[in-house]
Structures are given as structure tokens and as C-alpha cells.
T-cell receptor
Framework: SQQGEEDPQALSIQEGENATMNCSYK?????LQWYRQNSGRGLVHLIL?????REKHSGRLRVTLDTSKKSSSLLITASRAADTASYFC?????????FGTGTSLTVIP | DGGITQSPKYLFRKEGQNVTLSCEQN?????MYWYRQDPGQGLRLIYY???????QKGDIAEGYSVSREKKESFPLTVTSAQKNPTAFYLC??????????????FGSGTRLTVV
């Protein structure tokens, strides 16, 4: 399978806590992206990390990539109720991106 | 504002009927994509187009057809041959083929239900 697998499938935290979700994959990738999807809406691109990068930051988001372990993590710091959504990783292989099944994050106010 | 517009937001299809989902972008993006999303599953690629008048099958193209007559438009037809069409359909675009250096821009989706 070329798509990543997110872990955990569901995560529930209190507002202000940090949320960490992971993505594991099986084949070599060109890059990896993370997306957010609010219920019933389209996906919103969060961050792209290339295969030669190890870490990227964007606001409260921190993404790491370990190509030796074929895994990536998304950290959301100081979570807010508005962060409640599903989060997907997408592995870039060839000329396509392959999307995982997502992590459902619930931030409790 | 630039973006992708999908219409309609909700669509109901009778058995044996073909329906067409609209996707229009004003981002001047070269590549466009159609994905299907089912509950508990990731997005699965139906068709993609890298350039006008050219498109490629994705992983689940059976029962679907597309056209790319204009750069801005990439409509998807769900034919009667698609036996289980009830799903959430998402259109996306990117500036270059595969969007290797760019994120995808997604529309807000069309929810298709067979009645």
C-alpha cells in the first residue's frame, strides 16, 4: 500500500494540551503533506515536508519526518477547540499523493 | 478570491441515472483531481488531469468519466455503471503535475446520495 497510516485513529484532549498524531508509510516518498478536514468540508493544506527535511514549523504546528523509520508526526501545541477536525497525512510518490484514513481530533473546551 | 468551487453541495441520484459534478478553479492551476471519500476511509483517487484535453485514471475510475476541455473546469460524471456511488466527492488542484512542491487546494465537496 502506498498510503500512509495515521495513528491514533481518534484522539481527545483538553484545550491547551498538545496533540500528537503519527503517520507511518511503507515505500520511499518524495515528500509528505498534512491536511486538516472539518466535518463535511474539503481538506485544507497545513504543511509539506520534503524527504530531505527532518522538521518544519508553521505557527502552532510542528511536523517531523524520519525517512529511516518511514514515519512522520504532527504536533499541535496549545490546542484550541477550533482545532477539532480530522487530520490526514498524504505521501508523495511519483506524481501523486496518497491519503491515509486520518486521525479524528477532538479538543474539549 | 481564488479557489475551487464545487457544485452542487448535495446531489441525489436515482438508480440508473447519470449525474455530473461540477468543479471550477480560478487559481490558474495546471493539475486537477477527483477524489472519493467514504466513511472511515481515506481519499481515493478517481481521475486526474495534468493538462487540458488530457486525463488519467486513478485507482477507482470504473463507473466514472471526466473531461478537461478548459483549464478551469474538470467535471466528473458518475455513470449508472458505478454500483455504489453514495459518497463524498472532493475536487482538488495544484500548480504542477502531482503538486510535488505544492499543497493541493480542495473544494468544499459534493455529497452524492443514491435514492
Amino acid at each position: 500500500s502506498q498510503q500512509g497510516e495515521e495513528d491514533p485513529q481518534a484522539l481527545s484532549i483538553q484545550e491547551g494540551e498538545n496533540a500528537t498524531m503519527n503517520c507511518s508509510y511503507k515505500t520511499s516518498i518524495n515528500n509528505l503533506q498534512w491536511y486538516r478536514q472539518n466535518s463535511g468540508r474539503g481538506l485544507v493544506h497545513l504543511i509539506l515536508i520534503r524527504s530531505n527535511e527532518r522538521e518544519k514549523h508553521s505557527g502552532r504546528l510542528r511536523v517531523t519526518l524520519d525517512t529511516s523509520k518511514k514515519s512522520s508526526s504532527l504536533l499541535i501545541t496549545a490546542s484550541r477547540a477550533a482545532d477539532t477536525a480530522s487530520y490526514f497525512c498524504a505521501t508523495g510518490i511519483g506524481n501523486q499523493f496518497y491519503f491515509g484514513t486520518g486521525t479524528s481530533l477532538t479538543v474539549i473546551p | 478570491d481564488g479557489g475551487i468551487t464545487q457544485s452542487p453541495k448535495y446531489l441525489f441520484r436515482k438508480e440508473g441515472q447519470n449525474v455530473t459534478l461540477s468543479c471550477e478553479q480560478n487559481l490558474n492551476h495546471d493539475a486537477m483531481y477527483w477524489y472519493r471519500q467514504d466513511p472511515g476511509q481515506g481519499l481515493r483517487l478517481i481521475y486526474y488531469s495534468q493538462i487540458v484535453n488530457d486525463f488519467q485514471k486513478g485507482d477507482i475510475a470504473e463507473g466514472y468519466s471526466v473531461s478537461r476541455e478548459k483549464k478551469e473546469s474538470f467535471p466528473l460524471t458518475v455513470t449508472s455503471a458505478q454500483k455504489n456511488p453514495t459518497a463524498f466527492y472532493l475536487c482538488a488542484s495544484s500548480p504542477r503535475t502531482g503538486g510535488l512542491n505544492y499543497g493541493y487546494t480542495f473544494g468544499s465537496g459534493t455529497r452524492l446520495t443514491v435514492v
